[in-house]
Nanobody, 123 residues
């Protein structure tokens, strides 16, 4: 059974860091581009970081550029999101997802999603 499982979320203070993990099972993650998205209740889901399958080219939303780093470890069938200098505006449910082809921030292109991990940043 295919699964993407996010973990690493939690309640942290402003200025601190978290590292989210996205572990795939039931399929090889290496063939897919990976995106990290986040969503606040009542708002549209926002794509924040992507990484390609082949050369691992990364792309970031302006809201997280310079603070967040996406990476992948195909041997571990996993992807990661290192989040530094967190602010209350980063509070959201964070999701990883996979897609074929070149990565995109368009969520409709992603074929499979994890259940999410909650990140809450207190001021």
């Amino acid at each position: 059974q295919r699964q993407l499982v996010e973990s690493g979320g939690g309640l942290v203070q402003t200025g601190t860091s978290l590292r989210l993990s996205c572990v795939a099972s039931g399929f090889p993650l290496e063939y897919y581009a990976i995106g990290w998205f986040r969503q606040v209740p009542g708002k549209k889901r926002e794509g924040i970081a992507t990484i390609g399958s082949a050369k691992g080219r990364t792309n970031y939303a302006d809201s997280v550029k310079g603070r967040f780093t996406i990476s992948r470890d195909n041997d571990e069938n996993s992807a990661y999101l290192q989040m530094n200098s967190l602010t209350p505006e980063d509070t959201a449910m964070y999701y990883c997802a996979i897609m074929d082809g070149s990565p995109s921030f368009k969520e409709e292109l992603y074929k499979f999603w994890g259940q999410g991990t909650q990140v809450t940043v207190s001021s």
